[in-house]
């Protein structure tokens, strides 16, 4: 596998290990639509949480949250549109970004209500 990938797939892993000693329940990971992959849908309480992760060994070239950015924010409203459908939820839902910093020490920052559907 390609470093690349498998460092966004550690950044997953770690992402998901975060969220759970925050407090989240994972629903499911790498949920696919046509459109858009869903890392992590999560329950925080009794909202839905569809968490972006982006992991990076430097910022080099910026924050890996700012590699979020508005394209990719629809893309995963549409796919969390097409979750919401199949899923039958109704109730509070959440748009978080785990930023995933990969080095000797693994440093993991969350954001929660990164975006918002319209």
Not at 10 to 17: C, I, M, P, T, V
Not at 45 to 55: A, H, Y
Not at 66 to 75: A, E, N, P, T, Y
């Amino acid at each position: 596998m390609a470093k690349h990938l498998e460092d966004g797939k550690r950044g997953e892993l770690l992402a998901a290990d975060y969220l759970r000693s925050q407090g989240y329940v994972t629903v499911t990971t790498n949920w696919r639509d046509r459109y858009c992959e869903i890392d992590i849908i999560a329950k925080d309480g009794d909202t839905l949480v569809f968490v972006e992760v982006k992991s990076r060994t430097s910022t080099l070239f910026g924050e890996p949250d700012s590699f979020v950015d508005i394209r990719k924010q629809q893309l995963i409203i549409r796919a969390a549109d097409a979750y919401l459908h199949v899923s039958g939820h109704e109730g509070e839902i959440r748009f978080d970004i785990v930023s995933v910093y990969l080095g000797q020490k693994n440093h993991i920052e969350l954001i929660k209500d990164a975006f918002w559907s319209n």
